[in-house]
């Protein structure tokens, strides 16, 4: 029974943070602190609830950050940008594609992912 509760528990923290906004900013690292300590616990429920949760609230502090209006098109996204999205998206690098490319190589680059 216990579990289930905790699971409750942490279903709700996003929610929370989701409804009240700037009101819950004080609490907000010590709920991620205990969600995150909740990624490893034996029950499958608790572990989900805990991942919705801390997504929903990575969700809430950027619609909280005032983000720019996406813009399409590659001259809105910077070099340093798609290096790094690549080398932790699992894709490999391409060696000739480099901080110091022309936008042509860019351009070459980004058509062929």
Not at 64 to 69: D, G, K, M, R, W
Request: proline residues 5%; glycine residues 8%.
């Amino acid at each position: 029974m216990i579990c289930i509760e905790k699971e409750i528990a942490a279903d709700t923290i996003g929610g929370l943070f989701e409804s009240t906004g700037t009101h819950f900013l004080p609490y907000v690292e010590d709920c991620a602190v205990e969600l995150v300590g909740q990624l490893t616990h034996y029950y499958d429920g608790i572990r989900k609830s805990s991942l919705d949760s801390l997504l929903e609230m990575v969700r809430t502090m950027y619609e909280l950050s005032n983000p720019a209006e996406w813009q399409p098109g590659l001259e809105n996204v910077s070099e340093r940008s798609i290096l790094i999205g690549l080398t932790h998206n699992g894709f490999p690098l391409d060696p000739s594609v480099g901080p110091d490319c022309q936008d042509s190589d860019w351009s070459r680059f980004a058509t062929a992912v």
